[in-house]
Structures are given as structure tokens and as C-alpha cells.
């Protein structure tokens, strides 16, 4: 009874795991598809050399009771075992050419017209969209928006530890190292919000330390680059400024920047346009004024050991704090 609980959740979880927003077998770019067929090459080639060893196996075992005297001659014997071998070096030769093809494939093109700076700290990933022009460049977090149909150079960095970043759905998987700068083409076919995760434990929070990448379509990605361009937006709500006044008052503005404030902090997530991401804390919340709030309130309850402490506020000003992150859009 219990085993076959047991077994009947694994095969739901394992069947799960092929297809949604998250899913190398379930891939929505070129690098991903690559690998897919990778995958899919390597399985059929093992299942069918595993089959054939346990049909030999099984054929042996039967054969040595029915008749002990029919013994194969020595030459028949050489003859099997030398094309057994032989057998095994075109298998491995043919899995090392495909596997070698599969990394060129996904290996970056010479000119990727847009490059994205992931810099990984425990536990959220900054997002530097650089341009020669600073007044152009911008910070994010958590979030990715890149242009569907087209190649994006990720260049990977991190602030502290090893840490990795893999988007199945999309690419590849490469190591964040501190003091080193790797690259990884990014590519999504059709539009959607692709989820990411860090692939290498990295501490206490590994776990929450997720990502969204949003592949728009190309008009839709002009409009967020051309938004996040811009500076904070100026609260009109009466709560929201109230907010933006204990905000700049308290230690909150000494780890985070709004662009247009005095806040200028960089040991956490730029906040500038905090209110329009989709989750807070690296995919640990939906970001809604009610999360905002309990995240404000007390970070080290639900995110135990990350690096926001918790800042003493009172009801009204956690109240006030809330909105104004909310109304940065
Ligand atoms: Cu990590």
C-alpha cells in the first residue's frame, strides 16, 4: 500500500517535472533544443545497448541449462567479443562527436547584438543592462527581459560564492565565479515567463534564489527597456509619498537605490522600479502591497540568513513604506 503510494508520487513528480515554465525536456529556445535532442540521443542509444546486454544475459543463462556441452569453438568467441568491443568504441566515439557538436551549438555566436550582466550575490541575481551611454544603462533584479527570436550574451559574475545559473527552459547551464567572467547564449523561441533557479548550492537561501525571464516580443521589450530607463516614479498617492519620506529616513536607503532619490545604496536590489517586477526576493513572493509589507517587516522570518536585516518601523510607516515601493512601477 505505501510502496505504492510512494511509487505512484514519484511517477507524478517525475512526469511533472517534463513540461512547464521550467522544463529542459520541455525546451522554448535553441540552446535547450540542442540539448534536448542531446538527451533524447543518449537515452534511446543506452536503452537500446542495455536491452541487447540483457537479452545476451538472458539467452546465456537459459542456454547453460538446456546443454553444457555445446560450448562456442575459440575463433566463433574471438569474433564475439571483438565486435562487442568494436561496438563499444563507434557507441562512445558517435556519443563524444554528438556531445561535442551539442556545446558548439550552443556555444556563443561571434556577435550577439545585446549582452546582459548577471551578477549573482546570496541570494538574488542583479541585472546590469550596460549601454555606453550611462545615462541608457539600468539595474534590475531578479528578472530578465530579453527580445524573443533573437541571441542574448549573458555575461555571468558573482559578488561572492560559486553560484549557477540555468534556465532550462531556454539554455544551457553555466558556473557564476567570483573574480571570473563566463558567457552564456540565452535564446527564447515564442514569448512567455521562463523560470530560472541557481543550479549550485550556494548557502542557507540557495533554495529561494530564483529568477524570471520574460521573453517579449520585440515592441513590448522596447517599451520595458524605454520604462526602466526612466527614474522613480514620482508617488502621487498620499500613503506612497508619506512612505517615500520614511524611506529616505531610514537605513533602507543605504543598501538600495531609486534612481531620482538621494537612495543610492547597493548592497540589495535596486528598487527603482521594484513595483513592476513579478516577484520580490528572488521568487520567493508575487510581489503585492501585502507581501512588500511582510517582506519589510520581517525579511529574516521568511528568508532566514539573507542579507536585509529587519529595520524597526512602526504600523503606519511599514503601511506608508508598502505603497510607495508598490507605486514604482
Ligand atoms: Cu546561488
Not at 60 to 72: G, Y
Not at 231 to 246: L, R, S, W
Not at 265 to 285: E, K
Amino acid at each position: 500500500m505505501r510502496t505504492g503510494r510512494v511509487l505512484l508520487l514519484s511517477i507524478i513528480s517525475a512526469v511533472a517535472g517534463c513540461s512547464g515554465n521550467q522544463a529542459a525536456l520541455d525546451p522554448q529556445g535553441a540552446p535547450a533544443i540542442h540539448i534536448e535532442h542531446l538527451i533524447i540521443g543518449i537515452t534511446i542509444v543506452c536503452t537500446v545497448v542495455w536491452l541487447l546486454v540483457m537479452i545476451v544475459l538472458g539467452w546465456a543463462l537459459l542456454r547453460k541449462r538446456s546443454s553444457d556441452s555445446s560450448q562456442p569453438g575459440e575463433r566463433s568467441l574471438t569474433m564475439i567479443v571483438g565486435s562487442a568491443v568494436a561496438a563499444t568504441v563507434i557507441i562512445i566515439a558517435g556519443l563524444t562527436i554528438a556531445s561535442f557538436y551539442t556545446t558548439r551549438g550552443i556555444g556563443l555566436p561571434e556577435n550577439a547584438a545585446l549582452t546582459i550582466t548577471v551578477r549573482a550575490q546570496q541570494w538574488w541575481w542583479q541585472v546590469i543592462y550596460a549601454d555606453p551611454d550611462p545615462v541608457l544603462s539600468f539595474q534590475t533584479a531578479n528578472e530578465i527581459h530579453i527580445p524573443v527570436g533573437q541571441d542574448v550574451r549573458i555575461q555571468l559574475e558573482s559578488a561572492d560564492v560559486v553560484h549557477s545559473f540555468w534556465v532550462p527552459s531556454l539554455a544551457g547551464k553555466q558556473d557564476l565565479v567570483p573574480g571570473r567572467s563566463n558567457s552564456l547564449l540565452l535564446r527564447a523561441e515564442r514569448p512567455g515567463i521562463y523560470r530560472g533557479q541557481c543550479a549550485e548550492f550556494c548557502g542557507l537561501q540557495h533554495t529561494h534564489m530564483a529568477m524570471m525571464v520574460i521573453a517579449d516580443e520585440p515592441a513590448d521589450y522596447q517599451r520595458w527597456i524605454a520604462a526602466q530607463r526612466e527614474n522613480e516614479a514620482i508617488p502621487t498617492d498620499q500613503d506612497a509619498a508619506a512612505g517615500k519620506i520614511v524611506f529616505l529616513s531610514k537605513p533602507c536607503a543605504a543598501c538600495h537605490t531609486v534612481r531620482g532619490t538621494p537612495a543610492t545604496g547597493t548592497t540589495g536590489p535596486d528598487l527603482t522600479h521594484v513595483g513592476s517586477r513579478q516577484t520580490i526576493a528572488a521568487g520567493l513572493l508575487e510581489t503585492t502591497r501585502g507581501s512588500l509589507a511582510a517582506w519589510i517587516a520581517d525579511p529574516q522570518t521568511l528568508k532566514p540568513g539573507n542579507n536585509m536585516p529587519m529595520v524597526p518601523l512602526n504600523s503606519v510607516e511599514l503601511r506608508n513604506i508598502s505603497a510607495y515601493m508598490e507605486s514604482l512601477k
